[in-house]
């Protein structure tokens, strides 16, 4: 994981978005990454896949990942190439389950009143810090606690385990 | 310090004398458990734990529709022999987990349960600690732990006794209505007070079920009178119970008065869009279920058995009915309930989680369903433009009968 990013916010949540939405409820029992990449986020926008860029970031409001968080969700915006999600907060088990598959998530109160599609946004994720560039708004995220930090740099729960 | 009841129980699986919510410990949970859906296999690939901390059961898929679910439950069995797992319930003898396992005495007072869904909050009845941790189960079949962060409980003390057609379920429908789908967020929920000795093990294992909808980590109850009588004779194996001292500190402390419930809907598009029955009343409908990990136990079956004995299925409505278990089918089946189910009308399947995830009763653009179900989310049943509402047993018989989404105190 790199330890600062900078992206465009390439979609913006509201919130308790359910997490079976990101890619249908259709695919909650898919396991090809290249098919969940596909229907990313397609019922709301047919074009999104085509439309995304690696190194994107999104943000959301509160509670994102809400329901029954499949991971079918997180293997989707990882292979279109999001490179963070930044909310006001996250569903429990959605966020640990992002945690186990590396996907970098950021838990910031007040990011979507500061934050709007096409701004580019800039994380560092060791301190916190965001700003937004296209408005120089300067935020604050919650930190994410030592423990998670070090699975998320290993590269998801599996390859901590195995370097331990 | 005083604990609660399921900082107590962390406590202990992490080997502390005390623990502090918000920090993240490393626990030792006493059973692992998991059910065939595809990718869960593979999570099951080295297990270097004592067979005995693991149970397995088919139950998404009674039987395989195709050749991909074959291959899992195939891969499932030479996991069983592999590893010597003996907790495992195969085709014919199993039902649905969250009810099975409470049949098969596995849920003990105590201890610390962990499954990759968070409907194992269903167990949470019997005073375990049961907590749904997605893919990180392969942590606890790989090291024998999993990390959790240490929640915050929220208490709700329950008075009273239900009205008629008012179950636990409308009480946990009133409770999302109040406090909102992130009302407990990260939290353990803790039910207590005079109203539970009212509550039988069943209705208390669907107040728990979906607490995950109030995006709490799980939900508790202490053990008293009723669990002891469930769990007698369905186990040998000894429990410690554990209680909350009684100053401990809560987060939040609710009361709820059962009797001033009434008959909830959970409406589209979400599991928090709730409304009383009589907001809905008269929505047509054209598919109605019973069954799923909150309902079809006996005394869902019993709830609709006494409304269709004397009222049929409605022409153009589709009612299935899936008993939890093949002991709660064999049970409805000694009272009665099967003969009434089927000479109303409806058809009954065998134990399956598929009327909830769509596995089975897919619908077309426009259809409605009224079910005991688990989630409502667009495309969950089929078609993303069929709507999904949700209700107690009472309702949606009601409702099958009618054709309609109907009261069932005005039948």
Redesign the interface.
């Known amino acids: 994981m790199e330890e600062k990013i900078q992206g465009k916010t390439v979609w913006k949540f509201g ?2 978005f ?1 997490a ?2 990101i890619v ?3 695919y ?4 090809n990454a290249e098919v969940l990449g596909e229907v990313c986020l397609r ?1 709301f926008d047919p074009e999104f896949a085509k439309r995304v860029q690696p190194g994107d970031v999104m943000i959301a409001g ?2 994102f990942g ?4 499949h ?1 079918q969700g997180i293997v989707s915006l990882k292979k279109v190439g999001v490179a963070a999600l930044v909310a006001e ?1 996250f ?3 959605w966020y ?2 992002a945690i ?2 590396a996907f970098p998530i950021v838990i910031c109160p007040g990011i979507t009143q500061n934050v709007n599609p096409d701004d580019l946004l800039e994380i560092e994720f060791s301190t916190g810090n965001i700003v937004n560039v296209t408005t120089r708004q300067k935020m604050k995220a919650e930190p994410v ?1 030592t ?2 930090m070090e699975v998320l740099q290993s590269g998801g ?2 390859k901590h ?1 195995q370097k331990k | 310090m005083s604990l609660t009841i399921s900082q107590k129980i962390i406590a202990a699986k992490c080997g502390r004398d005390q623990v502090t919510p918000g920090e ?1 410990v490393h626990v030792e949970p006493d059973l692992v458990m998991l059910y065939d ?3 869960f296999d593979g999570l099951m690939k080295n297990i270097n734990i004592d067979p005995d901390r693991v149970a397995l059961n088919i139950d998404h898929y009674f039987s395989p529709p195709n050749e991909q679910i074959a291959k899992l439950h195939r891969n499932f069995r030479s996991t069983v022999k592999k590893f010597g797992i003996k907790k495992f319930y195969d085709v014919g003898k199993t039902g649905i987990g969250f009810q099975l396992y409470a049949e098969e005495g596995l849920i003990l007072p105590g201890t610390f349960v962990a499954h990759a ?3 194992v909050s269903t167990l949470g009845a019997f005073g375990a600690y049961c907590l ?5 189960v ?2 606890i079949f ?2 024998g732990k999993a ?1 959790i ?1 240490v929640p915050e409980t929220i208490r709700i003390n329950i008075h009273g006794s239900f009205g008629r057609h008012v179950t636990s379920r409308d009480l946990f429908e009133k409770i999302v209505a109040d406090i909102g ?2 009302g407990a ?2 939290k353990v929920i803790e039910f207590s007070g005079p109203g539970l000795a009212g509550m039988s093990m069943e209705s208390r294992m669907v107040l728990c079920n979906s607490v ?2 109030l ?1 709490a ?1 799980t939900a508790i109850i202490p053990p008293d009178e009723i669990t002891r009588a469930y769990l007698s004779g369905k186990t040998k194996e000894p429990w410690q119970e554990v209680l909350g001292d009684e100053d401990a500190s809560y987060s939040e402390v609710l009361d709820y008065d059962l009797s001033t419930l009434e008959p909830m809907v959970v409406t589209p598009p ?3 869009y709730i409304k009383t029955v009589q907001e809905v009343a008269g929505t047509k409908i054209d598919q109605a279920i019973i069954g799923t990990c909150a309902g079809g136990r006996m005394e869902d079956l019993r709830i609709a058995a006494a409304i269709l004995k004397d009222h049929p299925v409605a022409p153009g409505v589709r009612f299935m009915i899936t008993p939890i278990t093949p002991a709660i089918m064999a049970d409805a089946s000694r009272e009665g309930l099967i003969e009434i189910f089927v000479k109303a009308g409806a058809l009954v399947g065998p134990p399956s989680c598929g009327t909830c ?2 596995g089975l009763a897919q619908m077309l653009p426009g259809e409605v369903c009224i079910s005991t179900g ?2 409502n ?4 049943l089929g078609s ?1 433009e069929a709507d999904i509402y949700m209700a107690n047993p009472a309702v949606v018989t009601a409702s099958a009968v009618c054709g309609k989404i109907t009261d069932p105190r005005s039948l």
């Open positions: 919130d308790n359910n079976d939405l249908g409820s259709k909650i029992a898919e396991s019922d509160k509670n809400y329901g029954h968080p991971q907060s569903y429990p088990l640990r389950m186990f598959y606690p423990f998670l729960l599996i385990l | 993240i859906w595809p990718g869904d968070p409907h749904g941790i997605g893919s990180d392969i942590s790989l090291t990390w962060k789908p992130d967020q990260g995950q909808y995006s980590e979400d599991v928090f995830y769509g688990t989630m989310v667009p495309g969950r993303t």
